[in-house]
Nanobody
Framework: QVQLVESGGGLVQAGGSLRLSCAAS????????MGWFRQAPGKKREFVAA????????YYADSVKGRFAISRDNAKNTGYLQMNSLKPEDTAVYYC???????????????????WGQGTQVTVSS
């Protein structure tokens, strides 16, 4: 089991920045790929970004490329999502998720992930 706890959400004006954190406990964090997803009211959950277990590869949704950066610190069992130039359409509940490093290279599909956090609200005002 891997337990994930997100933090860092909040209310920010358009153009501002936030950094989300995802603290992991339980199994060895470095054995897991990590992803961030989001879900806005009335919309389906969507992929935002992912990073593989060794930090050698990152993946982004087109909507956040150049604005968001995913990273992780395996020594601290923590993942991060730096969000810059935020837009009102980034408003959503953000979830971190983890899947075992041997589970395949599909980082974009939520059902590939085995563990999820409870989510943190990000609200961007115009």
């Amino acid at each position: 089991q891997v337990q994930l706890v997100e933090s860092g959400g909040g209310l920010v004006q358009a153009g501002g920045s936030l950094r989300l954190s995802c603290a992991a406990s339980g199994r060895t964090f470095s054995s897991y790929d990590m992803g961030w997803f989001r879900q806005a009211p009335g919309k389906k959950r969507e992929f935002v970004a992912a990073i593989n277990w060794s930090e050698s590869s990152t993946y982004y949704a087109d909507s956040v490329k150049g604005r968001f950066a995913i990273s992780r610190d395996n020594a601290k069992n923590t993942g991060y999502l730096q969000m810059n130039s935020l837009k009102p359409e980034d408003t959503a509940v953000y979830y971190c998720a983890a899947k075992h490093k041997y589970s395949g290279r599909d980082y974009y599909t939520g059902t590939r992930y085995d563990y999820w956090g409870q989510g943190t609200q990000v609200t961007v005002s115009s």
